[in-house]
């Protein structure tokens, strides 16, 4: 059987998870554009989310 | 009367009558087996017609002449020969229709809940009840030894004809029976032996290869060490259509109704159980020869069937497992159940069915049995009619509401699924819309507004509404809030000056002393996030958490120096001693509140207010992040629901555990004040008791009268049962038990039960309650849907608890941290990987890890119910079970703290406990180990020394009973040598050579010892004694003669 599939998904703060590929996505999450196995997914999280501050909180800060 | 006994011939019993006839030996005086079979005759006989026609069916069918009989160590049928049946009669006449109706149900109720001993003929009970002059209705109850659910409608077949015949005068027209039951017996033996059933036997062994022996169904009761027949029945009726809806799937998908309606069964029981991998008992009618179709008797065999329902395939796909597996299954129908059972389970768990435990029947035109016997064989058993349906519990392990919701969710589903067979099993409705609401909605109505806000300022608010009040008292020395504020105030600027500000670290290496409490006020105030480190532990610990954590700055003191890097600031130091002492001049910096001016940047409540480390059960320590908002969250609801807060609180565990928060910002934002003092150090009795004080469950038994609290005694941190909190609660009768649950990444206590001084707390696991303020706590099955109440479902928490994640590791934080499909969008769940379950009150059950989910032989075991029992012995006062795989298979072990001897123990849980869940090892202890942070140190518990008892080598027989129980066994299994230590069934035993050792047994000691003592005491010297204890009863039961009798007939023997 095929591993599951994830993707790596993001919300408004800019705070990352990931989701089953079958699943719907919940409201006020997005895709980050990055599809694989959990594992997969998960190596992608590590390299992208460099800045675990939340975006109101990082903007706040730049302001 | 006299005249020769009548004529009996023996033969073999069939497979099948040997299987009820072991199942009924658990227990024989339970109706479980009887079969009602009423009939009302066309009016116009006479009584003595009316007894004839029962008369010729009896001559009829042998089966109907048949008892069994244990001979010579096997299971024999007796035939005897056909005679005229006497019927008793009740008289009906003088009563109104109405109240003959009532008396008719009455009488045939009566005689249907009527156990029908097998040994003895025959083995039916049958009464005339007369409503009429020549109106008469026959009730007959036979036992399904002899009689299944087909012989019922042969049955109504020949009554009917017969009496038929009768009234008209002439010659009944039915069936030549070409054989006879036994016949069918002797030539099933034939047939199923050797290579053949051989055979057969290894595709069930290769079938049921690694099948979960016990399916994990939701049960609202622990199961019992024994397992009765007692249950109940829900009636229901499948919704209008929906059979049709049933059927036509079926005929397009090339499969029948009834394995449409099992895959639904199969889809129910796995999302409810939470498995992809289970075990349904069907049965076949076992008449597929022509010669049997007209004969009464028992041919009915449980099959077995293993659903696969792994990678959560759509219904439609079920469905054709289902038809290949079912068709797979029956062409080995006829494999004798009995068999297959001591092929693949011969080790007999008395409180467990063997193989399957929920059963499945489609009988579209037999309606289910008009008497309800209050009896169950299977845990939970559908027999879906195109009339009226049941489910069938057993009342031991289910409440009616819980079936009740089963039968919902069952037909919930089916309509779903018939609906849209494309859906996947995870996606097929098993909520109603108002339990779904009721489990996301109504018990997570935790709104509750709080101005968000900055522990800071609230500390600060709290020093400004009492300066003079006392907050800290520790090593003798008192600080008021204004003291205490100045301090940490001239301490911040120094931080601030070092580097510390919003969205920076301070660690803290620092001792219980007033200079930890100032200098967590000071981290705060410098807009840093405080990240406590326990100064008790391994110099290569605190190195980690060090660099991991990346501080701006450490603080430490002179006696932990050596601990960390030579930068550190050192709060004790000549140089850093002005800042706490609070007779400081002007010159030592402004003591005033900082402002936001005063700090690097802005501080917000969205940055983070400490860090704390905690270590999972895997990998390596990691930093939770919480943020000012999480804990003003948790600490307004805390000051509104601990009282105690506002007085005194005893803080005496590291803080380096989020437990501490409760105990330290609690009273600080309160106006209480904060006593700091080791539990075992003699200041944390000064002052008198304390208001409040948190715990863990281990703490519980060194609380004193000195220590324990007048108001609050909040537990957190460890899974509480009843028993725990018996003694502490009899003792102070009149302070409130708060149980508090909580991951770190949660944020200290999401969810709380209130136990009220002297509410009844009922025995187990005590509830952790309901969410907080602001807090959704939501349980999942692994498709992230809500469970229904009562399923087991991983805990997810949201809200404005939920931690920003863990410190620069954001792949952990993504798979812990997820979109949550509830509530307001966007947001987070924190996915606990703690197991619960919702009460039907709204509450929750605490079941433990998911990861750790302890499993011995394949069943699932839940800990706290062994610590429970252990704990309501006498003679423990503490008690841990854990899993040990010292000898490579895991093995339960207990742990005790207390007087009793551990033999004596093990009697006692084995009395109570099914006998999976009663440990291998019970190991004495003066103390259980702790860690620093007061949780049970389980790496310390050490190895059972010596073998698990009952494997324990060769004790020879040390009594007369002990011996003639070995002689037995050694016999029966062809084994050289028993001992009294020796288990039966590990012995090769199985059930039919344990039929053959009782039967031995109670031949030679004269007591009625049943069947099931063997499985519930498979041990030479358990048996043993159990056999003593049933002579002893049977003496106490003598009168005083008789035993004067026996004794002078003893002498006699011995002169």
């Not at chain 2, 009464?127 to 009730?139: C, E, I, K, N, P």
């Not at chain 2, 100064?535 to 060090?546: D, V």
Request: hydrophobic share 45%; charged share 20%; glycine share 8%.
């Amino acid at each position: 059987m095929a591993e599951p599939r994830f993707l790596v998904v993001r919300n408004d703060e800019d705070q990352y998870s990931i989701w089953s590929a079958e699943r719907e996505l919940p409201a006020g999450w997005y895709d980050a554009g990055f599809a694989g196995t959990r594992e997969e997914c998960l190596a992608h999280v590590d390299t992208v989310w460099t800045d675990m501050r939340p975006r109101s909180v990082r903007e706040a800060a730049t302001a | 009367m006299t005249g020769s006994p009548p004529k009996e011939w023996t033969f073999p019993a069939s497979y099948a009558q040997e299987r009820v006839w072991i199942a009924n030996q658990l227990d024989t005086g339970s109706p479980v087996y009887n079969v009602s079979s009423p009939w009302h005759f066309a009016p116009g006989l006479t009584r003595e017609q009316a007894t004839g026609v029962l008369t010729r069916v009896v001559a009829r069918h042998e089966a109907l002449r048949t008892h069994l009989r244990m001979d010579d160590g096997a299971l024999v049928q007796v035939v005897r020969e056909a005679g005229p049946v006497d019927l008793p009669v009740d008289d009906l006449r003088g009563l109104s229709t109405p109240e003959q109706q009532q008396r008719l149900n009455d009488l045939a109720g009566e005689l249907a809940r009527t156990p029908i001993p097998l040994d003895t003929p025959p083995p039916w009970r049958a009464r005339l009840v007369q409503l009429g002059d020549a109106d008469w209705y026959l009730l007959f109850v036979a036992h399904h030894a002899v009689f299944d659910s087909h012989s019922v409608l042969l049955f109504d077949r020949e009554v009917a004809e017969i009496s038929r015949a009768v009234l008209a005068g002439t010659e009944p027209q039915l069936p030549e029976l070409s054989i006879q039951y036994a016949d069918y017996a002797v030539w099933q033996r034939d047939q199923l032996a050797g290579a053949e059933l051989d055979r057969q036997l290894d595709f069930w062994r290769a079938r049921l290869a690694d099948a979960p022996p016990v399916t994990a169904l939701p049960l609202d009761r622990p199961r019992p060490a024994q397992l009765g027949f007692a249950g109940d029945e829900v009636h229901f009726t499948l919704p209008e259509g929906l059979l049709d809806r049933v059927n036509a799937l079926a005929t397009a998908s090339s499969a029948t109704g009834f394995m449409v309606l099992l895959s639904a069964y199969a889809a129910l029981l796995g999302r409810i159980c939470g498995t992809g991998d289970l075990v349904v008992g069907v049965s076949t009618a076992g008449r597929d020869r022509a010669e049997l179709a007209d004969l009464i008797g028992m041919f009915v065999n449980p099959v077995a069937l293993r659903c696969d329902l792994s990678g959560d395939p759509t219904f439609a796909e079920l469905l054709e497992r289902v038809k290949r597996d079912l068709v797979d299954a029956m062409d080995h129908g006829q494999t004798p159940f009995q068999r297959i059972v001591e092929a693949v389970a011969p080790h007999r768990d008395p409180s467990v069915q063997p193989v399957f435990q929920a059963a499945f029947n489609f009988i579209p035109d037999s309606g289910i049995d008009p008497v309800l016997l209050g009896t169950t064989k299977d845990d939970l058993a559908f027999d879906v009619t195109a009339q009226t349906s049941r489910l069938l519990y057993r009342t031991a392990l289910f409440d009616r509401r819980t079936a009740e919701a089963i039968v919902d969710r069952y037909v919930r589903l089916l309509a779903g699924a018939v609906a849209d067979p494309g859906q996947r099993l995870s996606e097929l409705p098993l909520l109603a819309d108002a339990e779904r609401d009721l489990v996301l909605r109504t018990w997570n109505d935790t709104a509750h507004p709080v101005a968000g806000s900055t522990v800071t300022a609230r500390i600060e608010q709290q020093v400004a509404a009492t300066p003079d009040a006392t907050a800290l008292v520790c090593d003798g020395v008192q600080l008021s809030y204004a003291r205490l504020n100045a301090a940490a105030n001239r301490l911040a600027r120094v931080l601030v000056g070092r580097g510390a500000g919003p969205e920076t670290r301070v660690a803290l290496v620092v001792p219980r002393s007033v200079e930890l409490v100032v200098a967590i006020l000071a981290v705060l105030k410098s807009g840093a996030a405080y990240v406590p480190v326990d100064t008790g532990y391994p110099a290569a610990r605190i190195g980690y958490l060090l660099d991991d954590a990346e501080p701006a700055l450490v603080l430490a003191t002179r006696a932990t120096a050596a601990l960390v890097p030579a930068d550190a600031l050192l709060v004790d130091a000549e140089e850093a001693g002005s800042l706490l002492r609070v007779d400081a001049d002007a010159s030592t910096g402004p003591e005033h509140d900082l402002t936001d001016a005063d700090r690097r940047a802005p501080l917000d409540p969205a940055h983070p207010a400490y860090v704390i480390y905690t270590s999972g059960s895997t990998g390596r320590p990691k930093g939770v992040v919480v943020e000012h908002r999480s804990v003003d969250a948790y600490l307004a609801w805390a000051r509104a629901t601990y009282p105690g807060l506002a007085g005194t609180a005893l803080l005496h565990s590291p803080v380096a555990f989020d437990l501490t928060v409760t105990g330290l910002l609690g009273p600080l934002t309160a106006g209480g004040t904060v006593r700091l003092a080791g539990i075992d150090e003699s200041t944390a009795r000064a002052g008198g008791r304390p208001d409040f004080l948190k715990v863990t469950p281990s703490h519980l038994p060194l609380l004193d009268g000195d220590l324990s609290p007048t108001t609050d005694l909040v537990i957190g941190g460890e899974a509480l049962t009843a028993e725990m909190l018996a003694e502490w609660r009899a003792a102070h009768p009149d302070v409130a038990v708060i149980n508090e649950y909580g991951p770190t990444e949660a944020t200290v206590g999401c969810v709380a039960a209130r136990i009220a001084p002297g509410a009844e707390l009922p025995a187990g696991p005590v509830t952790i309650g309901t969410p907080v303020w602001n807090v959704e706590a939501y349980l999942l099955d692994a498709a992230l849907r809500p469970v229904p109440p009562g399923v087991v479902g991983e805990l997810y928490v949201a809200g404005d608890q939920v931690a920003r994640g863990y410190l620069r590791r954001p792949a952990l934080t993504a798979e812990r941290f997820l979109p949550c499909p509830f509530g307001a969008p966007g947001r987070r769940m924190y996915r606990t990987g703690d197991l619960a379950r919702w009460r039907a009150d709204g509450t929750l059950d605490y079941l433990g890890r998911a990861d750790q989910q302890v499993k011995v032989r394949g069943m699932r075991i839940e800990l706290g119910e062994i610590e429970s029992t252990l704990l309501a012995l006498p003679g423990v006062r503490e008690a841990v079970v854990t899993v040990r795989t010292d000898d490579g298979e895991p093995a339960l072990v207990a742990y005790v703290v207390g007087e009793a001897d551990s033999g004596t123990l093990t009697a006692e849980l084995a009395r109570t406990l099914p006998a999976h869940l009663v440990p291998s090892a019970i190991v004495g202890l003066d103390a259980l180990p702790l860690t620093p942070n007061g949780k049970l140190d389980r790496a310390a518990l050490p190895a059972p020394t010596g073998g698990v008892p009952a494997g324990a080598g060769y004790v020879a027989p040390r009594t007369d009973a002990e011996a003639l129980v070995a002689e037995v066994f050694a016999e029966i299994l062809k084994v050289e040598k028993v001992g009294a230590l020796d288990d039966f069934f590990v012995l090769g035993g199985n059930s039919l050579r344990g039929m053959r050792a009782m039967s031995r047994i109670r031949a030679e000691v004269e007591v009625d010892l049943p069947m099931r003592a063997l499985f519930s005491h498979p041990v030479v010297a358990d048996l043993a004694a159990q056999i003593e204890a049933l002579i002893a009863a049977e003496v106490d039961g003598l009168s005083e003669a008789e035993v004067a009798a026996l004794l002078a007939a003893e002498e006699g023997n011995e002169t």
